[in-house]
């Protein structure tokens, strides 16, 4: 795998709908559909308070799977699928020793964490640019409460 600027990949439309027009109440963040282990892994998460400065908002449909923040908001979901694009080949960032796959649409910008027993997706609007600040953030929780696969495993 090389590591370096994640030029765009794909689009990720029903994600970047349903987070366009939040305002202050409850952000519409689709839940993955995560497996038993996965789920156990993503409920150890600690996530940070506030990321990028920002109040956490609730979630709808309300899952311990799903989180979001500020508005327009950061919105992390964890359990997904391992991304459509994501080959070995596939270009990476990493991020405070944190690999990250990027899927740039318009606006939000969707950040996969890879390389962990349960991929942790999390999609960032402009207005938080540049996108590796959230992602620093974001990933030291990750790093810390979601066990790495082998080395080379995505």
């Not at 327009?72 to 080949?89: I, Q």
């Not at 349960?118 to 990750?142: N, S």
Request: glycine fraction near 10%.
């Amino acid at each position: 795998m090389s590591e370096r600027t994640v030029p765009a990949f794909l689009a990720v439309p029903l994600l970047a709908a349903a987070l366009a027009g939040c305002g202050a109440g409850a952000v519409s963040v689709p839940v993955p559909s995560a497996d038993a282990a996965t789920t156990r892994l993503c409920r150890g998460l600690r996530l940070p308070e506030r990321v990028h400065g920002e109040k956490p908002r609730d979630t709808s449909p309300a899952s311990p799977l799903t989180t979001a923040w500020g508005s327009p908001a950061v919105a992390l979901r964890c359990g997904v699928p391992l991304p459509a694009g994501l080959r070995p080949t596939s270009q990476l960032q990493t991020v405070n020793g944190l690999s990250w796959f990027g899927v740039p649409a318009d606006r939000p910008v969707t950040w996969t964490a890879v390389g962990r027993q349960a991929y942790v997706e999390v999609t960032i609007p402009a207005k938080y640019a540049p996108p590796g600040d959230v992602l620093i953030e974001l990933g030291t929780a990750i790093s810390a409460t979601i066990p790495a696969k082998p080395e080379g495993q995505l």
